[in-house]
């Protein structure tokens, strides 16, 4: 959710409609209070659909097509832009069509357009009877216009992430200044229009132009958040709604990053223990106390000398997070571990954090982050909540905050978030594992209480954010079954999780003793195509 890493999260989007929202409350500045209730009607024409331009969408039959949104929803006269918007049109009979489901990657900054395919990876033809819906949120990927700033910022030789000296806060500092500064250039208005809000709004006019009276949503990671705010702003438009890897609504965005500093470096000790049970195949240690202190070796090393002159300490860092979003990689990860280790050989870590693209993903990622909610400009501050998080967490904490850098000089204006209230959504499924570090387990407690008639999945013990359709049956049938019937599990007392379930399983690397017969069933293909899917979204 927070860093661009080899690996990433997959997710699915369902969009809808416009509803008489709850009255503002006293938590609720005026300004918020108007998308739910108060907002200027805008209706979008209808979406001429026609062919899409990527070979996975034309291959599964989709269409594609673009939603016309105003710019600002105050004037919705104003200025226009386009979101791109993808279909997959249900397969079952006419007489048993559910409605839209859209699905969000989450990012934010994710391309949502491939997710229209996402209604084959749900078990038993569950989703057969749905139009899958993806999108590009505003100024995302082919959506019109499309936010880039500066292709290089993430890219190879920056500064050490830790800043140690004064020198490197320096150039962090100037790095940070001069890509808020690109953006303000490459974005002008449209970054006073990037809130998680707005968004919401926009959603909504996806349903007016599919011509629905409802939809289903389907969120990962951000997606939920984006789900919990429409579904505080249009309540009675929300169907059959999955929330996957949920953002606490008390934390955006600051102290969620905080969060996520703590909750990586624990996740990438779980890691360094599977790598030591390994040894036999990886020889990197037996213990995790020797994996760990082998991978902290290595960033002087590569601060004197990266490696092909590409790999530093920053990308050395990148890479291995992804090991601490999910178990997805795992092997990959040790491998282009191993290798460079015992052959000096860079290949599978160059494989890991290839030359940097388009900065959009990051791009629009601070347009959201930097203005859905206050974010701390004062510096010392910044550095002194940083250096404390640091000496408990080493892993990540100083390159989570340069990644988010630019937002202590964001040139679009702060907002104070929407209260999130879910009273009025007829039943949610959530799912989080209990260390999920990119939105930890906590969060989803939280958005159980806000949605009293959701009822919460949790994979235990496992450490993979936004997981579902991952193979795990426990998890997967239920989720078939919600959207197949509307009937969740039973919704148990306290403030817990209602059904427990097996985590996305640890891999088991070739070469090592041979897998369980579970670990084989939940290793098949529904875990290797979200991994194909991952690959292609940020956090």
Known sequence: MNKLVAVTAA???????????????????????????????????????????????????????????????????????????????HKGPDGDYQGPMLVNPGGPGGSGLIYAIFGDFVPNGAGDDYDWIGWDPRGVGSSQPSLSCDPNFDGYNRPFYVPITPGIERAWLKRSKNYA????????????????????????????????????????????????????MFPDRFRRVVFDGNVDPTRVWYESNIDQDIAFDRNIKIYWEWVAKYDS?????????????????????????????????????????????????????????????????ASGLLDLYPPPGDDNSHAVYLAVICTDAKWVTNYNRYRLDNWITHIKAPFTTWGNAWFNGPCLFWPGKSERPLKIDGRGVDSALLINETFDSATPYPGALEVRKRFPNSVLIEGVNGTTHSGSLSGVECTDSRIADYLETGALPER???????????????????GAAAPTAQQRSASASPTEMRKELAAAVPR
């Open 11 to 89: 997710a699915a989007v369902v969009v809808g409609g416009l509803v008489v929202a709850p009255l503002a409350t006293a938590d609720q500045t005026e300004d918020q209070a108007k998308p739910a209730s108060n907002h200027k009607e805008y209706n979008p024409p209808p979406v001429q659909w026609g062919e899409c331009e990527n070979p996975t969408l034309v291959q599964a039959g989709a269409q594609c097509g673009f939603v016309e949104v105003p710019l600002d929803y105050d004037k919705p006269n104003g200025e226009k832009i386009q979101l791109a918007v993808s279909r997959v049109t």
């Open 181 to 232: 500064n690109a953006c303000e250039d490459a974005g002008g208005k449209l970054l006073e229009h990037m809130t998680t809000v707005e968004v919401a709004k926009d959603m909504d006019s996806i349903r007016k132009a599919l011509g629905s009276e409802q939809i289903n949503y389907y969120g990962f990671s951000y997606g939920t958040y984006l789900g919990q705010v429409y579904g505080t």
């Open 281 to 345: 195949v990886y020889h990197l240690g037996d213990t995790a106390k020797k994996v760990e202190k082998l991978y902290y070796s290595q960033l002087p090393k590569l601060l004197r000398e990266p490696a092909e002159g590409k790999i530093g300490p920053d990308e050395w860092t990148d890479i291995f997070l992804s090991a601490a979003y999910y178990v997805y990689g795992w092997e990959d990860v040790a491998n282009a571990f191993a290798a460079w280790i015992h052959d000096s050989d």
């Open 492 to 510: 148990k007392p306290g403030n817990g999780s209602d059904v427990q379930c097996d985590p996305v399983p640890q891999p088991v690397p070739e």
